[in-house]
């Protein structure tokens, strides 16, 4: 699949009917029995680099979304500020996109208006954790007070409600993040399950996998289940498989490699006072101008602000 044809950025897409994108990530996380990867996406340029690496699906990281904005993934960005940054993301790639709707922003009304507002912006899906507004990045600090189970399903049966299957609904337990235990994510997963979940999405801060694989021995993909090893970055993806695991999210890798790599840059060009040598460690112009199918532009003017001249 091309990922940034001049098609979407000569005709744009059709939100609100198009469910081609909602369809390809029901398939690759509910129906596929292949392990699937959505790869963090932040911004237009994020999202068409995954594309071009292969990935099928993209992940709208809330932190990464927040960074780039320059807040904390602590909900300072707004519901309409998520919501713009995915349509850039969906704008400029055509790839399934899996939104991380933090806890939907409030209660149930806030949560089925998000999901409203993505699916009108192009989402394939979203994802609903069972945090309190404000939520804070599960890996910061030791504060996460988890949402009563029958409120936060009531969030979940509202969104399901909203946008039915036109979004893929993915419910995200944060017990373990919380220290809650393993009996507490197994009962939530249920209670998730009965509230309309397409798939859970178990979370851990654990350097090690143990947790949600035998979270996963549990379960016994009574939905599929959705990952993100982050902190247990070192399973090799073969456990994974074994497990029965749907997919894998690559949740922030592309924003944590850019703010590597633009701190290296601003410090050698501020020390050397000299871009000369960096020139080889950095993108050159032609990849940026191909990224984003410039030829397409140059295409367009012939056929539209030129139409009578000779082309040589
Ligand atoms: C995100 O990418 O914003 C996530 C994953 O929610 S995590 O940061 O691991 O909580
Ligand atoms: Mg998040």
């Known amino acids: 699949m091309q990922d940034h044809s001049p098609s979407v950025l000569a005709h744009g897409n059709n939100h609100s009917v198009d469910l081609t994108r909602t369809d390809a990530l029901r398939a690759e996380v509910c129906s596929s029995s292949a392990l699937s990867f959505l790869m963090e996406a932040h911004d237009g340029l994020s999202a068409a680099i995954a594309g071009r690496a292969g990935f099928k699906g993209l992940w709208a990281s809330g932190l990464s979304i927040a960074c780039s904005l320059g807040y904390r993934d602590a909900n300072e960005a ?6 713009d940054a995915v349509e850039r993301i969906v704008g400029s790639s055509q790839l ?19 999901a409203r507002k993505l699916r009108e912006r192009g989402a394939a899906g979203i994802a609903l954790e069972d945090s309190c507004f404000p939520k804070l990045n599960s890996f910061v600090g030791n504060r996460h007070p988890l949402a009563d189970i029958d409120e936060f399903c009531g969030r979940l049966r509202a969104v399901k409600d909203t946008v039915a299957n036109e979004l893929v609904l993915v419910a995200r337990i944060e017990a373990l993040i919380a220290a809650h235990g393993m009996n507490e994510a197994i009962a939530r997963a249920h209670a998730y399950r009965e509230a309309g979940a397409d798939a859970i999405l178990i979370h851990s801060r654990s350097s090690s996998a143990d947790e949600i694989l035998s979270f996963a021995d549990a379960w016994q993909n009574r939905l599929p289940v959705v990952i993100v090893p982050t902190k247990y970055y070192r399973t090799p993806t073969c456990e994974y498989r074994r497990a029965g695991i749907s997919t894998v999210i690559w949740a922030n890798h592309s924003m944590r490699a850019a703010v590597a790599a633009m701190r290296r840059v601003c410090g050698r060009i501020f020390a050397e006072e000299n871009v000369a040598t960096i020139e080889p460690d950095i993108a050159p112009l032609e990849d940026i101008f191909e990224l984003f199918s410039y030829d397409e532009l140059a295409e367009a003017e012939a056929r539209y602000l ?3 001249k000779l082309q040589h």
């Open 78 to 83: 707004s519901w309409s500020q998520l919501v």
């Open 96 to 114: 399934p996109v899996l939104v991380d709707g933090d806890g939907g922003f409030g209660n149930f009304n806030n949560a089925r208006l998000l």
């Open 306 to 308: 030129y139409p009578n």
